[in-house]
């Protein structure tokens, strides 16, 4: 009984995007200092130690277990969070969901458009590698968001939650239609099958953990044996819960999972994730050199410059139909400050970097480092935009 009161007030800081970013940027931390520092072969020896049984496939290295099973839980509360926002939330109409949508689809196709430029006319460019600037890192963007941005209203909070969410479900359309390995049909209808039941389950009321955590494993252990990226099956595990509670229900599935699996998410699985990628060995690299060849240009650009542009393009250009507007406390501004956050990649534009150069880990190095560089760069240059609005914000509510 003791230990009921400390386990819930760190549930409940799990919770605050603001702790979940700390402790995704002391993971990252660590791992930088680590792989830098004279016991760099263990950080190493460490993220490619294999564990997991053979006869399934499944001896991984605790990087790809990171990856794939770890992401995977990720996936699945950002499944959870878009089911939400399509069901009940800003996405359910038309005319709340545009703006966002767009926003998001311009936060996507400009990057991945500035990055394929770049490489694609440079000698020693790598155009493969165009998905990486595509990504925004809930977790992180939110986190920013909770700190500079505290004196801002509540809708650019769902603004930029929203254009998350979608960002989340084209990077992992992204990842399962060209980053992932030549697909074999048999697990994958296997894991349609297991899916179309866990849907009818969710149809039927059935509640019991005791059949529903093995069927998402089982669907997780068919989309790994496919050749699809196994977190593609958290976000459908996440898309067919239910959300709308019955009469008398207290919550729906969908928001009893997301309040049990958010902290599990923030403080162990994305940190992990993070802990295991982002420890970029900088012995032999010239930092200011790999920066600028090709590759990390066009992350660099696309992160930073065309994440920015693409979200208010993409916001603007619908906003040009009938009837489609911005919320009305909203400005450009605040639309121009979400744009500059959503460069914040990491977590997911790291992961597309693992997939990219898995073959070549010099480009990954590379990658990682200018995903790294944009993603600090970008919650920078947030922290001023964001703390600016909200002082015009905060001074006209007054």
Not at 118 to 142: H, Q, S
Not at 250 to 279: T, W
Request: some cysteine; charged content about 15%; hydrophobic content about 55%.
């Amino acid at each position: 009984m003791r230990m009921a009161a400390p386990t819930k007030v760190v549930l409940s800081a799990l919770r605050d995007e603001t702790v979940g970013g700390i402790i995704l940027l002391i993971a990252a931390a660590i791992a930088l200092i680590w792989a830098n520092s004279p016991w760099s072969a263990a950080y190493e020896n460490l993220v490619n130690l294999e564990v997991g049984p053979a006869a399934l496939h499944l001896n991984l290295t605790l990087g790809d277990w990171a990856a794939d099973a770890l992401l995977a839980v990720f996936f699945f509360v950002a499944g959870l969070e878009l089911k939400y926002e399509l069901v009940l939330g800003s996405l359910r109409t038309l005319s709340t969901a545009l703006v966002p949508v767009a926003a998001a689809l311009g936060g996507m196709i400009i990057p991945a458009l500035l990055f394929f430029g770049i490489n694609a006319t440079a000698p020693a460019g790598e155009p493969t590698g165009w998905g990486i600037p595509m990504a925004t890192d809930i977790a992180f963007a939110l986190a920013v968001l909770a700190v500079a941005g505290r004196k801002l209203p509540v809708e650019v909070r769902v603004f930029l939650l929203t254009l998350a969410v979608v960002d989340d479900l084209g990077a992992i359309t992204v990842i399962a239609l060209f980053y992932s390995e030549s697909v074999l049909l048999a697990p994958l209808a296997g894991a349609v099958l297991l899916l179309a039941a866990y849907a009818y389950l969710q149809y039927r009321r059935v509640r019991s953990p005791w059949i529903y955590a093995p069927l998402a494993i089982a669907v997780w252990l068919l989309v790994h044996q496919s050749g699809i990226h196994a977190t593609v099956a958290g976000i459908a595990l996440g898309l067919l819960t239910r959300v709308k509670p019955d009469p008398g229900e207290e919550e729906a599935p969908a928001e009893r999972l997301q309040h049990r699996f958010h902290p599990l998410s923030a403080g162990v699985c994305v940190p992990l994730f993070a802990f295991f990628a982002a420890g970029v060995s900088l012995s032999g690299v010239q930092p200011l050199e790999a920066l600028t060849e090709p590759l990390a240009l066009g992350i660099l650009v696309g992160l930073i410059v065309g994440k920015p542009i693409g979200v208010v393009g993409g916001a603007w250009l619908v906003t040009r139909f009938r009837g489609v507007q911005l919320v009305d406390v909203l400005s450009w501004r605040d639309i121009s400050a979400v744009g500059i956050v959503a460069g914040v990649g990491f977590t997911v534009s790291l992961l597309i970097t693992e997939l990219a150069f898995e073959d070549t880990p010099g480009l990954m190095t590379d990658a990682k480092l200018a995903v790294l560089t944009a993603s600090v760069v970008s919650a920078a240059l947030a922290s001023v935009a964001l703390m600016r609005r909200g002082r015009h914000h905060d001074a006209n509510s007054g």
